[in-house]
């Protein structure tokens, strides 16, 4: 039974002047976030004899973010859930094997200067800042304070002016961390001041945000995601069906809505999508939901992450199984990234 505690009349004066108080922001959310593993054990109900230690010792190496939104997708008492193998810190994560190391794409010095990357001749990455919404374990980028990186003013003009002098680039991706972590007035003068550059055409936002906080769909972002003269791309990070639940499906599609192109990048992880049934019902609900598989990464050996290992020769049976099942726009390209090299390596598939 519900024990009610009399409501006092100031309180109630109070509730009726906030009327949105129970609707909370994406920014309320996302600062709500789990980020301690008792917490994230006693949520789930997973027995802290067994996981505790564990989780605590992989949380100092890298700490537990999970968003609310995210954790209402993992089944509560099962330590093997491939949503909650996504977030958990685990003991494995402290043991050191040979080849995993701590920069796989040696990119530490790359990312400096401007937040300009350019790979490509029609193409350049901004990254727009470090802060992510969810700590992913198999993150390539775990062993870096990413989140202290942020734009200055200064590091802005420097980078719009290298983009106006550049009349072979097309388009300008978003990145980071997560881009959408910022924001929708920053976002918003950022779409106008490359609205202003007659030979960008196209913007392309690489996010896992609408999918971990799907409130973070706001009413600001689908109007700058609606700037005329520019259309936008938004590559999400899906990993596993599980992920796509309602209020998810419903903001992809506001965002379809909003005439956005919506594509997925997944990493292939041991434990979490390594079957072919995963990955053939990942694609067809992705379909479903109105999102086009782009990208599958194969895992890059970071360490502390090695126990999602998943060895080439196995990514590309599972992708061979799935040119078999699936008509070809629905098989995502199995590309690596090489350090050094210019941009995605596709995996030759040997059929
Ligand atoms: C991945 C990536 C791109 C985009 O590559 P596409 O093959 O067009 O998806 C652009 N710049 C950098 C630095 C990248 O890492
Ligand atoms: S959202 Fe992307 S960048 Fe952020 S922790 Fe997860 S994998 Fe890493």
Redesign the pocket.
């Known amino acids: 039974m519900i024990q009610r505690t009399p409501v006092r009349i100031e309180a109630q004066l109070l509730d009726n002047q906030c009327p949105d108080d129970d609707t909370p922001t994406w920014q309320q959310i996302l600062a709500d976030s789990i980020t301690c593993p008792e917490s994230l054990l006693a949520q789930l109900g997973l027995d802290p004899a067994s996981w505790l230690q564990g989780a605590r010792a992989g949380h100092k190496l890298f700490p537990v973010r999970v968003p609310a939104p995210y954790l209402a997708r993992i089944r509560p008492g099962d330590p093997e859930d491939p949503l909650l193998r996504q977030v958990m810190p685990l003991a494995d994560e402290a043991r050191v094997v040979d080849g995993f190391v701590r920069d796989p794409l040696e990119e530490a010095g790359a990312t400096a200067g401007t937040g300009l990357?350019?790979?490509?001749r029609s193409?350049?990455?901004l990254m727009i800042t470090g802060q992510c919404a969810i700590n992913c374990r198999y993150c390539f980028r775990r062993h870096f304070p990413y989140d202290q990186h942020r734009l200055s003013p200064q590091d802005r003009t420097a980078a719009l002016h290298q983009l106006q002098q550049a009349p072979e680039i097309n388009?300008v991706?978003f990145?980071g961390g997560d881009p959408l972590a910022v924001n929708d007035r920053l976002l918003a003068r950022w779409v106008d001041n490359l609205a202003a550059i007659p030979h960008i055409k196209r913007i392309?936002i690489?996010t896992r945000l609408p999918v971990v906080i799907p409130q973070r769909v706001t009413d600001d972002l689908l109007q700058w995601l609606s700037h005329p003269g520019l259309q936008f791309v938004m590559?999400l990070h899906i990993n596993h069906p599980a992920e796509l639940d309602a209020p998810t499906r419903a903001a992809l599609q506001r965002l379809t809505g909003a005439g956005v192109t919506l594509l997925n990048q997944s990493v292939i992880l041991h434990g979490v999508n390594d079957r072919t049934d995963t990955l053939y019902q990942l694609s067809e609900t992705l379909f479903d939901a109105g999102v086009l598989p782009?990208?599958l990464h194969t895992f890059d050996p970071v360490a502390g992450a090695h126990h999602f290992n998943v060895d080439d020769d196995r990514a590309r049976q599972l992708v061979r199984e799935l040119n078999a099942l699936l008509p070809g726009f629905l098989v995502p390209r199995l590309?690596r990234?090489i350090p050094g090299k210019s941009?995605?390596t596709p995996l030759d598939l040997n059929f």
């Open positions: 990357i350019r790979k490509y193409r350049a990455l388009e991706i990145s392309r690489h590559v782009y990208y590309v990234e941009g995605k």
